[in-house]
């Protein structure tokens, strides 16, 4: 039961991206009539509690407190809390409206290749996780005899910055040719809680690696967005 559970639970996962990766290409991308702040402010609450819940259950006294889920199924639990509240982002969002440029020719290319370059950092940012493991399955399947070691993320794009996937993230999102107001909305609630969020990541890290990572940031300077920050 337990593997059936995990494994539907990396379903959802997988199911849950790449229905937002569509509603972003697609519904965001229409234009129009604008609606104001105050569809602005419901879906703010909405990637709010969203990123709360990332917040939570990276707080070891929390996971304490999950105690009464079986150790293997941890992860399972956080991956299918995550996608559902994935998908009621998507089905509860307030369209917003506008539209702020539509680029062409020349352009758009360019556009096109910062895209692609963040598409490019966000899969070399994850090439070294393991899938399964990120979705929940490999705890259940083959749980580890003991606590394995992870190793400290520092080659690739980590060279450059410290938290490569969100500069990903960053440029895929805001690198497109068509900018409308929920793109832009999406893009600046999503890219905001990821920039408040890595201090917190960092902390636990530094707890996590000790001084091997407090070497690594003095080595590569910007957390994320290059000369900025």
């Known amino acids: 039961m337990t593997k059936f559970i995990a494994w539907l639970g990396g379903a959802v996962f997988v199911a849950s991206l790449a229905l ?10 229409r234009a129009t009539s604008a609606t104001g702040w105050r569809s602005v402010a419901y879906d703010a609450a909405l990637i709010t509690v969203f990123a709360v819940h990332h917040s939570l259950f990276a707080r070891d006294r929390i996971k304490r407190q999950l ?14 809390i995550a996608s ?9 969002w307030a369209p917003i409206g506008g539209e702020l440029y539509q680029a062409s020719g020349l352009r758009a290319a360019v556009h096109a290749s910062v895209q692609l370059l963040g598409l490019w950092l966000i899969s070399r940012a994850v090439g070294g996780l393991d899938p399964l493991e990120l979705a929940g399955i490999r705890q259940v399947t083959s749980p580890p005899p003991e606590p394995r070691s992870q190793a400290l993320q520092v080659a690739g794009p980590y060279q450059w910055v410290r938290h490569p996937l969100y500069l990903g993230w ?15 909305a999406f893009a600046g609630l999503t890219s905001l809680y990821l920039i408040v969020a890595v201090p917190w990541e960092e902390r636990s890290l530094r707890q996590s690696f000790g001084e091997d990572y407090g070497r690594y940031a003095d080595r590569v300077r910007w957390r994320v967005v290059p000369y900025v920050y």
């Open 84 to 92: 559902v509240l994935l998908i009621l982002v998507i089905a509860l």
């Open 20 to 29: 937002c990766a569509w509603w972003y290409l697609f519904h965001l991308g």
């Open 67 to 80: 105690s009464i889920i079986p150790p293997p199924l941890l992860r399972s639990f956080y991956v299918w």
């Open 170 to 184: 960053m440029l895929a999102l805001f690198g497109t040719a068509h900018m409308t107001g929920d793109r832009l």
